[in-house]
């Protein structure tokens, strides 16, 4: 999975595609404060004959505001990403973001605020990281609560039949 973006402040000209990029991604020299429309194309390839790659969920996310020029790249701050796919009719992905290593506890709670499943204080690296739900869920609502130190973030998820 890649994708190819471009961005202008004409609809009608929207300009050359970029180099394609991976996830996550730089879009550096793609976007600029002026721009008001973003276009992005996925690039789905498989090396299975007979499969259909699908594309469930893209979070595309900027931040315009700027520090001034510096060569250091920015760290991702700390989110909790949206639940992926939502909804689910499988086993949906947890998705969240860090700087630097952290202690995660991850509680998956149903509507009534039951817990289903618990991770206690697992080790995470700094930067992406993608964690599925293994739990076989029952169709319904329910609510994912990712806690390290003193943050924590709660995203809400249906899985359907």
Same mark, same amino acid.
């Given at each position: 999975?890649?994708?190819?973006?471009?961005?202008?402040?004409?609809?009608?000209?929207?300009?050359?595609?970029?180099?394609?990029?991976?996830?996550?991604?730089?879009?550096?020299?793609?976007?600029?404060?002026?721009?008001?429309?973003?276009?992005? +194309?996925?690039?789905?390839?498989?090396?299975?004959?007979?499969?259909?790659?699908?594309?469930?969920?893209?979070?595309?996310?900027?931040?315009?505001?700027?520090?001034?020029?510096?060569?250091?790249?920015?760290?991702?701050?700390?989110?909790?990403?949206?639940?992926?796919?939502?909804?689910?009719?499988?086993?949906?992905?947890? +998705?969240?973001?860090?700087?630097?290593?952290?202690?995660?506890?991850?509680?998956?709670?149903?509507?009534?605020?039951?817990?289903?499943?618990?991770?206690?204080?697992?080790?995470?690296?700094?930067?992406?990281?993608?964690?599925?739900?293994?739990?076989?869920?029952?169709?319904?609502?329910?609510?994912? +609560?990712?806690?390290?130190?003193?943050?924590?973030?709660?995203? +809400?998820?249906?899985?359907?039949?």
């Amino acid at each position: 999975m890649s994708f190819q973006v471009r961005a202008s402040d004409d609809y009608t000209n929207m300009g050359v595609w970029s180099d394609t990029l991976s996830s996550p991604s730089d879009l550096e020299g793609i976007l600029i404060d002026d721009d008001s429309y973003f276009q992005y +194309r996925a690039i789905m390839e498989t090396a299975y004959h007979g499969f259909t790659p699908i594309l469930n969920d893209v979070t595309i996310s900027w931040d315009p505001v700027s520090i001034g020029e510096t060569t250091e790249p920015i760290s991702p701050a700390i989110a909790l990403l949206p639940i992926s796919p939502n909804p689910s009719a499988g086993s949906p992905v947890v +998705r969240f973001v860090f700087p630097e290593p952290r202690c995660v506890s991850i509680s998956i709670l149903d509507l009534s605020g039951r817990l289903i499943s618990q991770t206690h204080g697992r080790d995470y690296s700094g930067g992406y990281h993608n964690v599925q739900i293994l739990e076989e869920l029952s169709p319904g609502v329910y609510f994912c +609560r990712m806690t390290s130190g003193d943050f924590a973030a709660v995203q +809400r998820f249906v899985v359907i039949e």
